[in-house]
């Protein structure tokens, strides 16, 4: 079956990076796009990218444009989403998603991300 | 790209049929037949529910069904249950190869 297993919850400092893993397992990992996609305390669901895993190639919404890498390693079907220079405004639940088409048919159980001082 | 369109609430009694609305722009929903709809009980992950405008995916409920007119889509949920309150999203495809959330709607069972 098909599963997308995310790293654990975080917290880091304002000016930190973090860099959140999506290991998928149940089907073949270049066959689908992974998207990223964060929701803040209290807010809606903010779609912030996509990579294609097999060619490594992505595409970001605009708002993450130069804040946001997103990378993978296809020996072990993973997914990465690095953001830089954090700000309390990162603090979120971020999910990595698989999309068939132009949905998102199975998703990551969320990671939490805490941006303190 | 600005977030589509939902109303905030929308609450029904048992067995009534209450319908939510994404609206969007002729760049994203009225572009494309991809408006999909999720359903996200907080600290899960959410749920598709509707796929490409009216595609309900194997195991989804036939009460939930989906529809599209114009930059304005629409999720209906018939004979609503206790189990159906949760929010719901709905999503998009745009022309600048990107997607967009709808801002989310919190369903309550009376």
């Known amino acids: 079956q098909v599963q997308l297993v995310q790293s654990g919850a975080e917290v880091k400092k304002p000016g930190a990076s973090v860099k959140v893993s999506c290991k998928a397992s149940?089907?073949?990992?270049?066959?689908?796009?992974i998207h990223w996609v964060r929701q803040a305390p209290g807010q809606g669901l903010e779609w912030m990218g996509w990579i294609d895993p097999h060619t490594g190639g992505t595409n970001f919404a605009q708002k993450f444009q130069g804040g946001v890498t997103m990378t993978r390693d296809t020996s072990i079907t993973t997914a990465y989403m690095e953001l830089s220079s954090l700000s309390a405004d990162d603090t979120a639940v971020y999910y990595c998603?698989?999309?068939?088409?132009?949905?998102?048919?199975?998703w990551g159980q969320g990671t939490l991300l805490t941006v303190s001082p | 790209q600005s977030a589509l369109t939902q109303p905030a609430s929308v609450s029904g009694s048992p067995g009534q049929s209450i319908a939510i609305s994404c609206t969007g722009t002729s760049s994203d929903v009225g572009a494309y037949n991809s408006v999909s709809w999720y359903q996200h009980h907080p600290g899960k992950a959410p749920k598709l529910m509707i796929s490409?405008?009216?595609n309900r995916p194997s195991g989804v409920s036939n009460r939930f069904s989906g529809s599209k007119s114009g930059n304005t889509a629409s999720l209906t949920i018939s004979g609503l249950q206790a189990e159906d309150e949760a929010d719901y999203f709905c999503s998009s495809y745009t022309s600048s190869s990107t997607y967009v959330f709808g801002t989310g709607t919190k369903v309550t069972v009376l």
């Open positions: 998603a698989r999309s068939y088409r132009q949905f998102f048919d199975y």
């Open positions: 490409e405008v009216y």
């Open positions: 149940g089907y073949t990992f270049t066959d689908y796009y």
